[in-house]
Structure formats: C-alpha cells, structure tokens
C-alpha cells in the first residue's frame, strides 16, 4: 500500500475512491493483517480498500469452467460479484488488474 501512500489521498481528496488490491493466494496472511491494521488506523491508503486473493491461473480456470469455480469472488469498489457471473470483459479487465506482492518480495507482475 505505499504506493497509496500520497498526500491525495490521505487528506481525503480521494472522496472514497476505492484502493482495489488484487493479491496471489499464496500472499502471507500476516502481511494482510498488517495491511489491515495500517488501514484501518489511517497510516496508509484511501477511506475505501477492497482485497481479492486469486491468482492468475484461478481466473483462466474460472473465466473457462464456471461451473467448477461459481464461489470465486471479486471485490472491487467496494461490492463483491461471483468472477463466474461477470460478462467476459469484466473478466478481462479484473484480470488487467496490477497484483500487490509483500514489500520483502520482489514485484513481479503476471
């Protein structure tokens, strides 16, 4: 989240505007508590976070076989949607999406 970290954003510029987080599955559950806490003191980020935990290969299989991954869910600006009962440009879209990684990795996008 420190590249939400900005002046911006922080001083409620931003009026709610979603900071929407995709993250691999494998993403340490102590760094998402830690993003958590940090949020929700006001040390980073927007007044809106949303986080889905997917990885790439998840939506392809989900985007492919609806059938065999209907609980997948996204989150984005704040509500949630069933990944497969979104129209196949909104998948593509969410998929377009940046992946956040824990700071003590290397950014590495797919």
């Known amino acids: 989240m420190s590249s939400w970290n900005v002046d911006a954003i922080n001083h409620e510029v931003s009026n709610a505007v979603p900071v929407d987080l995709n993250v691999r599955e494998d993403f340490p559950v102590e760094k998402i508590e830690e993003l958590i806490r940090e949020y929700a003191a006001g040390n980073v980020g927007s007044n809106l976070v949303t986080v889905t935990m997917a990885d790439p290969d998840t939506y392809a299989l989900a985007a492919a076989q609806p059938e065999r ?9 704040g509500w949630t949607e069933f990944f497969s009962a979104m129209f196949p440009a909104h ?15 290397p950014s590495v996008r797919r």
């Open 69 to 77: 991954y209907e609980l997948v869910r996204v989150r984005m600006g």
């Open 91 to 105: 998948h593509d879209q969410h998929r377009r999406r940046p992946y956040f990684v824990p700071e003590d990795k």
